[in-house]
Nanobody, 121 residues
Framework: QVQLVESGGGLVQVGGSLRLSCAAS????????MAWYRQAPGNQRELVAQ???????IIVDSVKGRFTISRDNVKNTVFLQMNSLKPEDTAVYFC???????????????WGQGTQVTVSS
């Protein structure tokens, strides 16, 4: 059974920081690209960051310079470090895994349950 479990979300003030974690099981972690998506109420799910099995990262322009994605292939965990948070960063953040990089929407993607990030104005 494949499981992706996110943690680290919460309530933070504008300008604050959070680090999200996603622990994976049931997959060969190092063979999978990992990604972070987010979805705000009424909005479509948005790809925020992705990282290859070997550690090559791509960050969306809207968070570049503030967010960093990283992975630990020994602990089977991917992280999203979020700094200088803004109200528009408020969303449910989802971890995803799939073979192939860059990530492509479609069959073969595994999803976590999501963790809420709320940035107060």
């Amino acid at each position: 059974q494949v499981q992706l479990v996110e943690s680290g979300g919460g309530l933070v003030q504008v300008g604050g920081s959070l680090r999200l974690s996603c622990a994976a099981s049931g997959i060969v972690f190092s063979f999978n690209a990992m990604a972070w998506y987010r979805q705000a109420p009424g909005n479509q799910r948005e790809l925020v960051a992705q990282i290859s099995g070997g550690g090559y990262a791509i960050i969306v322009d809207s968070v570049k310079g503030r967010f960093t994605i990283s992975r630990d292939n020994v602990k089977n965990t991917v992280f999203l470090q979020m700094n200088s948070l803004k109200p528009e960063d408020t969303a449910v953040y989802f971890c995803a895994a799939r073979k192939g990089f860059p990530v492509v929407d479609g069959p073969g993607t595994y999803w976590g349950q999501g963790t809420q990030v709320t940035v107060s104005s």
